[in-house]
């Protein structure tokens, strides 16, 4: 039997499938893994520790509001918000999701915000 014969008999290798990246799950389209990472809002290091010395707990409904909040900052084309919620300000990255830092209303008379180009009152 010569060569042609024989690869005509073999049947065709399929190429391996190249594993999922991290955190995708097989079969998930682009928009789903898309939404799934713009899903919640994710708080700094430095902002965790600010809440976290000052006891200050998000109730679930207050981070819904927080998060319709930064959606509308996103929505008109925000980048850096400060966000008033309540006896709260929270400095938001909303290109990122991230809250960088958070004060509460007795820490925030004379207290100038920098770096920022929007407000939301919640």
Known sequence: MNRIEW????PPVAPAAKPPAAGVKPGQDFQAIFNEKLAG???SRHAS????SRKI???PEQMARLEQGVNKAAGKGARE???????????????NR???TAAS???LRENVFTNIDSAVLL
Not at 7 to 10: D, E, F, H, I, K
Not at 86 to 94: G, N, P, Q
Request: aromatic share 2%; glycine share 0%.
């Open 7 to 10: 690869q005509a008999l073999t």
């Open 57 to 59: 707990n998000l109730s």
């Open 49 to 52: 520790e600010r809440l976290e």
């Open 105 to 107: 209303r007795q820490e």
């Open 81 to 95: 918000s400060l966000v008033l919620l309540d006896d709260l300000a929270l400095v938001v990255s909303i290109k």
């Open 98 to 100: 991230t809250v960088i």
């Open 41 to 43: 809002l994710r708080f």
